[in-house]
């Protein structure tokens, strides 16, 4: 029986569309019920969803954008962000809200305003 006709990639609709196929295919593979005729052509439709879901996901990643901030934690603009790494922290380091203030009162300074 040959493999269920699924669209390609090109007629998936979304990422996730395209990711649930993806599972359905390992799922059929790893079951070991295919003819080999059959695990070869669903295998390819499997590499083609898979660069379908891996452009996506570069394509999102490259829109990813963080506010950059100057020493005292105003925002001073966007930055496209093009890895997790780059992603700068939302407090300066010395207004984490884990030091005290100088007041000695125990309680933490007033918190920063991001806009």
């Given at each position: 029986?040959?493999p269920?006709?699924?669209?390609?990639?090109?007629?998936?609709?979304?990422?996730?569309?395209?990711l649930e196929?993806?599972?359905?295919?390992a799922a059929?593979?790893?079951?070991?019920?295919?003819?080999?005729e059959?695990?070869?052509?669903v295998?390819e439709?499997g590499?083609?969803?898979?660069?379908?879901?891996?452009?996506?996901?570069?394509?999102?990643?490259?829109?990813l954008?963080?506010?950059?901030?100057?020493?005292?934690?105003?925002?001073?603009?966007?930055?496209?962000?093009?890895?997790?790494?780059?992603?700068?922290?939302?407090t300066p380091?010395?207004?984490?809200g884990?030091?005290?203030?100088s007041?000695?009162?125990?309680?933490?300074?007033e918190?920063?305003?991001?806009?």
């Open positions: 029986m040959p269920k006709s699924i669209p390609s990639p090109k007629n998936a609709q979304t990422f996730e569309t395209a196929r993806v599972e359905q295919i059929q593979m790893e079951s070991g019920s295919l003819p080999l059959d695990l070869v052509v295998y439709e590499l083609r969803l898979v660069r379908f879901c891996t452009e996506r996901l570069d394509d999102a990643e490259k829109r954008q963080a506010i950059t901030r100057d020493a005292a934690g105003q925002p001073t603009g966007l930055a496209t962000i093009s890895s997790p790494d780059e992603i700068p922290s939302s380091p010395e207004s984490s884990t030091e005290q203030d007041g000695g009162t125990g309680t933490p300074s918190p920063v305003r991001l806009f």
